[in-house]
């Protein structure tokens, strides 16, 4: 195992100091190698898109404000190529390791920003997540992650993926920090949350493997017990979550496509396995796709809308299966894949936070997810910050 768990992009590590005063003052961070640093290339995890992008004239949004904040840029990581995937491994730079569980994968497809923070080599780091890029390598690795409303952190110079999906997210090991972060990096108008129920849906968990499923759940009752909030349980998606993950693999496929069609037939990039595939299917949709697959977005965006609008109520869930071992077979990966991206896509579809918190192991880290309303992610933090040793 290196000393770095292969979390950084190859080259000299960026280091960039933070203003001398703040409230991260002191503080290191990593950043995702699809935020751009002034002066220094974007690889988005493809060598073709640094090749064919001018460098950068100035930080990304959410890079500028950490840094005005006190925190201290401490290199840029690996992710997946093109943020297309959920494995953590990348053909052109390499495979972060799981330091959390090394004979696992980190997961994607901000695989470097994870490793880096629970081997850790900074305090936090910045990654982004479309379908669950945040969400699973916190899971995996064990250590907090966040998918914040969408819309509620700036996402200026970062490379694009699918823009009505992609948000900025953060990791972090200290439950303190990672809500501190919160405080400057989101904006915009922040809900109240009042939370005496806690809903727990059945269809969910039934996505787990048998030997996990009874540890999620319970991990699950325990925080929820620790919360003292009322258990509901319930049917998420009446359609079923495999009816929603439809949804959302196509509707996101339509709008990459939208996004990088031109740049790809003008470059022709070597992508690697999988990335190579997800982009040919990418690139046979169309407009009568999305017609087929948008008012299932809305269902599901309507239904988790109905469930958490009053405000006295949070989804408790888990965040995905463990993390698959890095020799798994090509099955294993799509049965892993299929049942994790069912677990992902409601926060996808729905444009709200969620925050997955290292409450789980079955062999190997696993993560429990609190899922609030649009606006509400301080209070989501708040409540994770509360389950901090349970």
Not at 44 to 59: A, D, M, S
Not at 214 to 228: C, D, M, N, R, Y
Not at 292 to 320: F, H, K, W
Request: glycine share 12%; with cysteine; proline share 7%.
């Amino acid at each position: 195992m290196t000393d770095d768990f292969d979390a950084f992009m190859p080259g000299e590590r960026v280091t960039i100091s933070g203003a001398p005063e703040g409230p991260l003052s002191g503080r290191y961070f990593a950043a995702k190698d699809v935020f751009d640093i002034a002066g220094l290339p974007t690889s988005n995890g493809q060598p073709k898109w640094l090749e064919t992008h001018p460098l950068p004239v100035r930080h990304a949004g959410a890079v500028a404000a950490l840094l005005d904040a006190g925190a201290s840029l401490d290199g840029k990581t690996v992710c997946d190529e093109m943020c297309y995937s959920l494995a953590g491994d990348n053909a052109h730079y390499g495979a972060p390791i799981n330091p959390g569980a090394p004979d696992r994968a980190v997961g994607g497809s901000s695989s470097g920003s994870a490793a880096a923070v629970a081997g850790g080599l900074v305090d936090f780091s910045l990654g982004t997540d479309c379908g669950g890029s945040v969400r699973c390598p916190a899971g995996f690795s064990g250590i907090y992650g966040i998918r914040p409303t969408h819309g509620r952190v700036v996402d200026s110079g970062v490379a694009p993926l699918a823009g009505s999906f992609d948000v900025v997210g953060w990791f972090a090991r200290d439950h303190a920090l990672f809500a501190e972060i919160g405080n400057t990096l989101l904006i915009g108008e922040s809900r109240p949350l009042d939370p005496r129920r806690a809903l727990f849906p059945t269809d969910t968990f039934s996505r787990l493997p048998d030997a996990e499923r009874p540890v999620a759940e319970a991990a699950a009752h325990s925080a929820i017990q620790h919360l003292g909030l009322e258990t509901r349980e319930l049917v998420l998606a009446e359609e079923g979550l495999d009816s929603w993950f439809a949804a959302f693999r196509h509707l996101q496929a339509i709008e990459i496509w939208d996004n990088h069609a031109e740049w790809v037939k003008a470059n022709k990039p070597d992508f690697g396995p999988g990335v190579k595939e997800r982009f040919e299917y990418a690139a046979t949709l169309n407009d009568q796709h999305r017609a087929e697959y948008q008012p299932l977005r809305e269902i599901a965006r309507q239904r988790v809308s109905d469930l958490l609008e009053g405000g006295d109520a949070i989804i408790v869930m888990p965040t995905a299966p463990v993390s698959p071992k890095r020799d798994a077979t090509n099955d294993a990966v799509e049965d892993f894949r299929a049942r994790t991206m069912g677990l992902t896509c409601p926060a996808g579809l729905s444009g709200c936070p969620q925050i997955s918190i290292p409450l789980a192991d079955a062999g190997a880290p696993m993560g429990i997810s609190l899922l609030g309303p649009r606006g509400s992610d301080e209070a989501l933090l708040r409540l994770a910050a509360g389950l901090a040793g349970t």
